[in-house]
């Protein structure tokens, strides 16, 4: 089988033009081995759609399918229009995820498809959406919740996916992410796990936050997760219109008035092509 490897700010994912069907699970947690597979976050799949330019399905390093990825979705629509699933000269394309269909604003130099704007559609704050196991409609902010003796206040977004952000003052670098992450991921409040972010408003302009990620542990950068922290940021006043979220592997701009949809925009690249043996 043929795959590919891509990465959105160190966010990476093998890619796959499916021509039969396989146990996708199974194969995401064998490719996203660092040592013994490819290596990567997860496995993303480019299929055919009835409803949009094409489909795209994403499972984590786990082998958990997850509703969308945003680092993941202008990586696939790059990935299908340089293999011809979706025509090379659109300058917008629908994508159809378990989140509805996205769309994305496609940039290229010359020829070279580099980056794209997603609308990743509208935050939603009420914690039946996550879920989340919190009483009342939302929105969610400073929830206490102490996981190993340390004390978090989280703010509750979904971007179709569950997020639980924490704002601390101090350098996202220094804290526990690796204790805690999983913690949280995994706490009796979330019935279908969560994405954590832990993050530092800089200015109201700019943030710096680290995430751990449901299914795939600490990783680079998180499209969705960028785009829950811009929501959630200028929901509680600490961040204007714009923000520029500095992540491990590079910056994100994201976009959001306070109604309607999140747009992101950030880069996509294309690593390399293999031959995958099953054993």
């Not at 940021?233 to 994100?252: A, K, Y």
Request: hydrophobic residues 40%; charged residues 25%; glycine residues 10%.
């Amino acid at each position: 089988m043929r795959v590919t490897k891509m990465h959105g700010l160190g966010n990476d994912y093998v890619y796959v033009l499916p021509n039969e069907e396989r146990d996708w699970p199974e194969l995401a947690r064998k490719v996203s081995d660092r040592h013994f597979g490819v290596g990567s976050d997860g496995l993303i799949l480019a299929l055919p759609s009835t409803v949009a330019d094409m489909r795209m399905r994403m499972f984590n390093a786990d082998g958990s399918e997850a509703e969308m990825c945003g680092n993941g979705i202008r990586c696939v629509a790059k990935f299908a229009m340089e293999e011809g699933l979706v025509p090379h000269d659109r300058e917008v394309v629908t994508v159809e995820t378990l989140d509805g269909i996205k769309k994305l604003q496609i940039f290229r130099e010359g020829s070279v498809i580099t980056a794209a704007r997603v609308d990743m559609g509208a935050p939603r704050f009420d914690p039946a959406t996550l879920p989340a196991n919190v009483e009342g409609p939302g929105p969610v902010v400073d929830l206490p919740l102490t996981v190993d003796g340390v004390d978090l206040k989280l703010t509750l977004v979904s971007m179709g996916n569950p997020h639980a952000i924490h704002y601390i003052d101090s350098d996202p670098d220094d804290f526990p992410l690796e204790r805690v992450g999983p913690l949280v991921e995994h706490h009796q409040l979330f019935p279908r796990r969560t994405n954590f972010q832990v993050v530092q408003v800089l200015d109201r302009g700019r943030v710096k936050h680290r995430v751990w990620e449901r299914g795939s542990g600490i990783t680079l950068a998180s499209g969705t997760s960028a785009s829950a922290v811009c929501a959630a940021s200028r929901l509680r006043g600490f961040t204007g219109d714009r923000i520029v979220d500095s992540l491990p592997g590079g910056d994100l701009v994201l976009e959001w008035d306070g109604q309607g949809s999140v747009f992101m925009t950030g880069p996509a690249t294309r690593v390399f092509e293999a031959d995958w043996h099953e054993a």
